[in-house]
């Protein structure tokens, strides 16, 4: 499978403790994405990279988070002292630019439940 | 910034019938992409169908087209000869010159056999 793989795809943890997921995009896509999204709703932007270079953070993404892609390939978003507000889906995408907003590619998902 | 709305949070479609979904979004961008992207249930996002604002044709992608209403910022997804497995949570995106999506509420899309 070539697409968007992301990992692992379901996380439960306590209050406090930190998570890491994973998200390795398609091979020749420059640019990677992370979104979030809570139950019922809309996909709301958090990150996005340019081969290694963080270029936008969202407001959303407070000190808590942080997400880094060595050498433009992976890319891993960190959350330490979760909080129950954290909850929710953890979208990677990845595109490839070209002359416009490219088609983002997805992957499935990364569930977080903070207990 | 720029805001999309769904107001629609499920439509039902009996099988063969054709379906619109809403939305409405708003930018102070003069170039922007519009989109519409299918959730299946536990599956990964796809895009549907893509719309360049300065283009003033309507996208059409088989079974699926847009209604780009530029003036009236409206940008709705029509689903023509319904299928069981068009069945899935549809957003309305829009991204300006660039990198950000962001996304409309979602309509849930139901399809009776």
């Known amino acids: 499978d070539t697409g968007v793989s992301q990992n692992p795809r379901h996380k439960i943890t306590k209050r406090g403790q930190n998570v890491t997921f994973r998200c390795d995009p398609i091979?020749?896509?420059?640019?990677l994405y992370w979104y979030r999204q809570t139950l019922g709703q809309g996909p709301e932007f958090l990150t996005y990279?340019?081969?290694?270079?963080?270029?936008?953070k969202s407001r959303l993404l407070s000190d808590r988070f942080s997400a880094e892609r060595p050498k433009g390939s992976f890319s891993t978003l960190e959350i330490q002292r979760t909080e129950q507000g954290d909850s929710a889906m953890y979208l990677c995408a990845s595109s490839f630019r070209t002359g416009g907003p490219g088609e983002l590619f997805f992957g499935e998902g990364s569930r977080l439940t903070v207990l | 910034a720029q805001t999309v709305t769904q107001s629609q949070p499920e439509m039902s479609v009996q099988e063969a019938e054709t379906v619109t979904l809403s939305c409405t979004y708003d930018t102070s961008e003069s170039d922007y992409y519009l989109f519409w992207y299918k959730q299946p249930p536990s599956r990964q996002m796809i895009l549907v169908i893509r719309q360049e604002a300065y283009k003033q044709q309507n996208a059409t992608e088989n079974r699926f087209s847009v209604n780009f209403q530029k003036a009236a910022k409206s940008f709705s997804l029509k689903i023509s000869d319904s299928q069981l497995g068009d069945a899935a949570m549809y957003f309305c995106?829009?991204?300006?010159?660039?990198?950000?999506?962001?996304f409309g509420g979602g309509t849930r899309l139901m399809v009776k056999p």
């Open positions: 990279f340019q081969n290694e270079a963080q270029l936008e």
């Open positions: 995106a829009a991204n300006n010159a660039g990198n950000m999506l962001t």
């Open positions: 091979s020749e896509h420059n640019r």
